[in-house]
């Protein structure tokens, strides 16, 4: 049996990812109203850090622990990824010993060697290419507040990093129109943009990429790894603030999501961050439901068959 991994949002079909974000909403209210559910009993998750984060740790920590299993915290001082051992090696010695890995980290071939040695489930924590499991969240915070997101029109505010990848991948899986708005020069990865063809488009000016738009999303200008261009970005970026102007020509019942951390009066403004149309603080706790579902998935009840990426 072919194992499953989930390094991409590609790595499922759409039914798959509705069913997925419809679990998670389920999950969630039986975590709420005090119902335990424990279907990785006896389960260890390794988690390896290549990369710092609050939420994506305390989100599968907490979220395997609720389900009844293990998280192993892993860093590069605590294993011998970081002393040089080849990650083919590290793979097959930790897919022998743990049920899942999830790794986050900076090139998004690492994730891909590392899967293609696996015995067990490799998830992507995070790459500088894709961040899928940020994705399920913001599609469970929508489906929650608004129902399914085909038919409506995304707006992504900022640079074309690996959010930007992984808002196209879903527009493209979901049947939702992603407007892409950014100055010249980080624009997303030319090839994602394409495959996705009239899902996803540049839009250079921002006030009109936001007209009549059903959710506005953004992230920091400089992400981890790129604080040395801060000051270059922060020029760059000066006219893709998502302030009350720009988010007063979205609709009338606009959500506004970013994936924080946020830099208030950078990216986003403390009105808009603040604001009743905000949804960031959902957004933030569904990433522990919205990755409980995944878990569930790949461990406990998922299909074995790969899929293809059509």
């Known amino acids: 049996m072919a194992v499953r991994h989930f390094l991409s949002l590609l790595d499922l079909s759409a039914e798959e990812l509705r069913h997925l974000i419809q679990r998670?909403?389920?999950?969630?209210?039986?975590?709420?109203q005090g119902n335990a559910h424990a279907p990785l009993?006896?389960?260890t998750l390794a988690m390896i850090f290549e990369k710092s984060s609050t939420r994506t740790?305390?989100?599968?920590?907490?979220?395997?622990?609720?389900?009844?299993g293990h998280a192993l915290f892993l860093s590069p001082r605590d294993t011998q990824l970081g002393r040089g051992e080849p990650i083919e090696d590290s793979a097959r010695v930790l897919s022998r010993m743990v049920d899942a890995v999830m790794i986050r980290t900076y090139e998004h071939e690492k994730v891909e060697r590392f899967a293609a040695h696996s015995r067990v489930p490799v998830i992507n924590g995070l790459t500088d290419l894709e961040h899928p499991c940020q994705l399920l969240a913001d599609l469970q915070t929508w489906f929650e507040l608004r129902g399914d997101i085909a038919g409506r029109t995304v707006v992504w505010v900022g640079d074309g990093n690996n959010m930007c990848h992984s808002y196209i991948h879903a527009a493209e899986r979901l049947g939702f129109t992603l407007r892409i708005t950014c100055p010249e020069g980080y624009d997303p990865d030319p090839l994602?943009?394409?495959?996705?063809?009239?899902?996803?488009?540049?839009?250079?000016?921002?006030?009109e990429a936001a007209e009549g738009a059903h959710l506005i999303v953004t992230d920091v200008w400089a992400s981890m790894g790129q604080e040395?261009?801060?000051?270059?970005?922060?020029?760059?970026?000066?006219?893709?603030?998502?302030?009350?102007?720009l988010m007063a020509r979205a609709a009338p019942d606009a959500l506004f999501m970013h994936c924080l951390p946020a830099h208030r009066e950078e990216e986003v403004s403390t009105g808009v961050l603040e604001g009743p149309q905000?949804?960031?603080?959902?957004?933030?706790?569904?990433?522990l439901h919205a990755?409980?579902?995944?878990?569930?998935?790949?461990?406990?009840?998922?299909?074995?068959?790969?899929?293809?990426?059509?």
């Open 192 to 207: 994602i943009l394409a495959s996705a063809g009239r899902s996803a488009a540049i839009v250079r000016d921002p006030m």
């Open 41 to 43: 009993r006896g389960k």
């Open 57 to 68: 740790r305390v989100s599968f920590e907490v979220g395997m622990q609720q389900l009844g």
């Open 291 to 310: 990755q409980k579902a995944l878990l569930e998935f790949l461990l406990a009840g998922g299909e074995t068959q790969p899929l293809s990426r059509q």
């Open 228 to 245: 040395q261009e801060q000051a270059a970005r922060r020029r760059a970026f000066a006219d893709y603030v998502v302030d009350e102007k």
């Open 24 to 32: 998670a909403m389920q999950m969630k209210a039986q975590q709420h």
């Open 278 to 287: 905000s949804v960031v603080w959902d957004e933030a706790e569904n990433r």
